[in-house]
């Protein structure tokens, strides 16, 4: 082992050496032979739609997975695994169906109906072998946010024997509250089918961990208020909309005097019971291969104990109530209230695919197999649409049964169609048994299954040592949905989470870099002690690509680092040059005027002792040779010159800043993926800008579509080539050091 190690220290030691030209854009597109084919849209388009043989199997048999895994289906190896572990989640979909059809603000019996039909449709056409979908916490809450709001209970008011007093008719409401789920659910289906057909899977990229998991707990908080008024047997109002949540809470607060005792007791005993339970089940899971069945236990001890001290009569206990058995015939949505609810299907949509999909992609890693992300789609989007017609409301994965399924054995989807089947036996035979359940237990279970996501609480501090970004994100997602509710918080933290990736777009990291002695790399300054800069050269790179939204910075941040402002120092420059032509152009006329002055006098002079001073006055200026004169003046101009010129750089501001600039700039672009309009003409000013003030500057590291983006934005002239663009920093560095016009052939890397 320490012979691998010390052999693996030794190769990473040996020196290596590269012998090449410097190459510039132009270079690399020679050597390389660069091509510039492209296949053109309208062939693209051809391919896309042309059908063939082979094509139309592959298309078929991904459209339906069950076909091309079954035939193959290990039976002997996988059968009693999916057994055992099919039946075990059976079980645990009849107390969470019926547990979360409160959620949804349904009869219990639809709880069962959603964990029957959209099993099986999952089992044909979904890809992910050990998920177990079906009746989800959070779904069901944003099913019951629906239902509640658009069936209050104010709207199913009668009077009752006493003219003062006011029942509600259930019969009505829940028949209203059921449409409305199945509709809403129907609709999610149909959003995720029409996602799945356009190949829209990486719509779930932008639910990061941090948002699913900070969702997640705040719907868990959501469920848990909901879930009070069966805990203490009271009815506050229902609220909806913003800040309906603190609503809720206030009015159950200020119900609490109302509390019904025995359903108090029964709340507290189940609670206390199931997490006791639940701790034994998982100590004596390492000597028990099938895991105790907890939930089921509870149920059938709590629906015993109802019936024989007749909890409903005697102690006014809400129990579970008719529950039908059978199944019922399917029924087309009420498509009235579709537009009424776009915006919460499209919401359960996107939730209930993010959380399939991750978990799905958690397996698929774990056991080495693909899952398809736009199939998922599909499968969940059947599975919603065809379960809203037979009543159900909308699914998703449980983690708690998922981690059943694969715990007891389960290798395939074989195991979500037994369980399917242990459903639909209650449903036919044994269902109507639990009629005198107290929905307190329930809501209990509700209680003891949400301790996995209350304990994401702890996501915070482990956020705060890692990324604080994504703790800020965890904080805002968690509060805007408490907040805003699940519907409205979801959209609004997808927005907060993307504005973080604008923000630190925005704000990037610059940095100047220099060279790892010794070596082609080079390496930010500030980060390391024995990184130094390379005399007359700035290297410059930004950490984030350059568009519209950060150019103006990228330019102040490159201004910063090399210590010159060139729009000052060339409008400075400017100034300095319009006061030297006037000081030329005043000195001149001034030594013209003393030479002609002078000329006048010794021409004077001259005539005087030739004795023709009558003369004199008659000879114009015109008539005076000036030649030599001129000569004069002109040496005199240039004189006047050089003392302007001594007297800017001694007074001006610009010797100190020209003494400051660099020879060369060199602009790193290798984290830049594309370029706007704004990026080029950005690239293009500070070209032209540093190029007035006599600085070279050139590019490296610039991708094939950056370079193509340049093209398209005028960038290059007969003045600007390719020839100002390298492959790598080290390629850039080296051509400035040897020298614009001769690149040493030969260059040792």
């Keep these: ?132 979908v079906g009746t989800y916490a959070v779904m069901s809450v944003m099913i019951g946010s629906v239902t509640e709001r658009m069936a209050p209970d104010s709207d199913f008011m009668l009077l009752g024997n006493d003219t003062n007093s006011t029942i509600i008719d259930t019969f009505s409401r829940d028949a209203q509250r059921v449409k409305i789920a199945a509709t809403v659910t129907f609709l999610s289906g149909i959003f995720q089918l029409l996602l799945g057909l356009v190949r829209f899977g990486f719509v779930v990229t932008y639910l990061s961990e941090p948002l699913v998991r900070a969702y997640t707990t705040a719907a868990a908080i959501h469920v848990i208020v909901s879930q009070l008024k069966y805990t203490f047997g009271i009815n506050p109002d229902r609220y909806s909309g913003p800040l309906s949540l603190i609503y809720t809470i206030l009015k159950i607060c200020s119900l609490l005097g109302e509390t019904n005792i025995g359903t108090l007791v029964v709340s507290i005993v189940t609670i206390v019971g199931l997490i006791i339970a639940k701790e034994l089940s998982a100590l004596a899971a390492k000597k028990i291969p099938i895991p105790i069945p907890v939930e089921l236990i509870a149920i059938i001890t709590a629906t015993v104990a109802s019936w024989q001290i007749d909890l409903k009569t005697k102690y006014k206990v809400e129990v579970v109530g008719i529950i039908p058995s059978g199944l019922q015939a399917p029924v087309l949505p009420a498509f009235s209230l579709l537009g009424s609810m776009i915006g919460d299907a499209f919401a359960l949509a996107v939730v209930g ?66 369980s399917a089947v242990v459903i639909l036996v209650i449903l036919l ?54 907040l805003l509710n699940p519907d409205l918080g979801l959209a609004a933290s997808i927005a907060f989470s993307i504005l973080t990736v604008v923000f630190r777009t925005q704000l990037p990291k610059y940095s100047l870099l220099g060279q790892v002695p ?6 930010p300054v500030e980060d390391y002690n024995q990184v130094k800069q390379i005399p007359g050269l700035v290297i410059f790179r930004s950490s984030a690509t350059l568009y519209f939204a950060n150019a103006e910075m990228y330019t102040d941040a490159l201004y910063e680092k090399t210590g010159v402002d060139v729009a000052k120092l060339l409008s400075h420059k400017k100034k300095l040059e319009t006061k030297r032509l006037r000081k030329e152009k005043k000195a001149a006329k001034k030594a013209k005027k003393e030479a002609k002055k002078k000329a006048k006098e010794t021409a004077g002079h001259a005539y005087k002792n030739q004795g023709a001073e009558s003369e004199l006055s008659e000879i114009s200026e015109d008539e005076l040779d000036f030649s030599d004169v001129e000569a004069n003046g002109n040496a005199h101009e240039l004189s006047v010159k050089k003392q302007i010129n001594v007297y800017t750089v001694e007074a001006g501001f610009v010797p100190d800043t020209d003494s400051a600039l660099p020879e060369a700039i060199i602009l790193d672009l ?49 003045k600007v080539t390719k020839s100002i663009i390298f492959s790598s920093v080290h390629d850039a560095v080296l051509y400035c050091q040897q020298g614009n016009e001769e690149a040493m052939p030969g260059t040792h890397f």
């Design 1 to 132: 082992m320490d012979e691998e190690i010390q052999e693996v220290e030794l190769r990473r030691r040996v020196k290596y050496h590269v012998q090449r030209d410097v190459l510039d854009e132009l270079g690399v597109d020679k050597v390389a032979e660069k091509s510039d084919f492209k296949i053109p849209l309208k062939e693209k388009f051809k391919d896309a739609v042309r059908c063939t043989g082979p094509k139309f199997k592959s298309c078929f048999f991904s459209f339906v997975p069950l076909l091309s895994w079954l035939p193959k289906y290990p039976l002997r190896e996988n059968i009693v695994g999916d057994l055992i572990s099919g039946i075990s989640v059976g079980i645990m979909h009849l107390p969470q169906g019926m547990a979360y059809a409160l959620l949804a603000a349904v009869p219990p019996v639809f709880g069962l109906y959603s964990s029957f039909y959209p099993i099986l449709i999952y089992f044909i056409f979904g890809t992910s072998k050990h998920i177990s």
């Design 353 to 418: 695919y993010g959380i399939a999909i991750s978990l799905g992609r958690i397996f698929a890693l774990k056991y080495a197999y693909k899952v398809d992300s736009n199939q998922e789609l599909i499968a969940l989007g059947l599975s919603n649409s065809v379960g809203g017609m037979f009543q159900c409301f909308a699914i998703s994965c449980s983690m708690s049964r998922s981690m059943v399924q694969v715990s007891t054995g389960g290798k395939s989807q074989v195991a979500g169609a037994v």
């Design 429 to 482: 035979k044994i269902g109507e048994l639990f009629e005198e359940l107290p929905k307190a237990v329930l809501a209990g279970i509700i209680y003891v299954n949400l301790q996995g996501m209350m304990k994401q609480f702890g996501d915070i501090g482990s956020l705060w040592k890692t990324n604080k970004v994504d703790m800020v994100v965890w904080i805002m997602t968690l509060i805007l949905t408490l």
């Design 518 to 523: 010794g070596t082609d790399i080079y390496k």
């Design 670 to 718: 290798s984290p830049v993926n594309f370029l706007d309009t704004v990026g080029v003409k950005t690239l293009r000013n500070i070209y032209k800008d540093y190029g007035e003030a006599g600085v070279d500057v050139y590019l490296c590291g610039c991708q094939r579509d950056v370079v193509e983006s340049m093209e398209k934005g005028d960038f290059f002239n007969e």
